[in-house]
């Protein structure tokens, strides 16, 4: 993950779990350490992006991530 800072809140450029340790729980680690980074951080949220037939998707909505409506984004207040 490579986090830029935005307006108090965090976008996530790039998650990437590879293959073979997909299904272990790094990636819900890794966007929970984020939101904890936001809050120490007192921003406002997280953003991120992600292509619309990923299969993460799944794991954004089980985290409580919200899509956008009019584009492909998604977030969650902390």
């Known amino acids: 993950m490579y986090p830029a800072m935005l307006q108090k809140g ?3 450029q790039y998650l990437f779990v590879r293959p073979d340790f997909r299904k272990t729980g ?3 680690q890794l966007l929970t350490e ?3 980074y ?4 007192n921003g406002k949220g997280l953003a991120l992006e992600t292509a619309k ?3 993460a998707r799944a794991l954004y909505e089980k985290m409580g991530w919200k899509q956008d409506r009019d584009y492909l984004h998604y977030y969650c207040t902390v």
């Not at 936001?38 to 951080?41: A, I, K, M």
């Open 10 to 12: 965090l976008h996530s």
């Open 26 to 28: 790094i990636a819900t």
């Open 34 to 36: 984020a939101k904890n």
């Open 38 to 41: 936001v809050r120490r951080n």
């Open 53 to 55: 037939d990923n299969p």
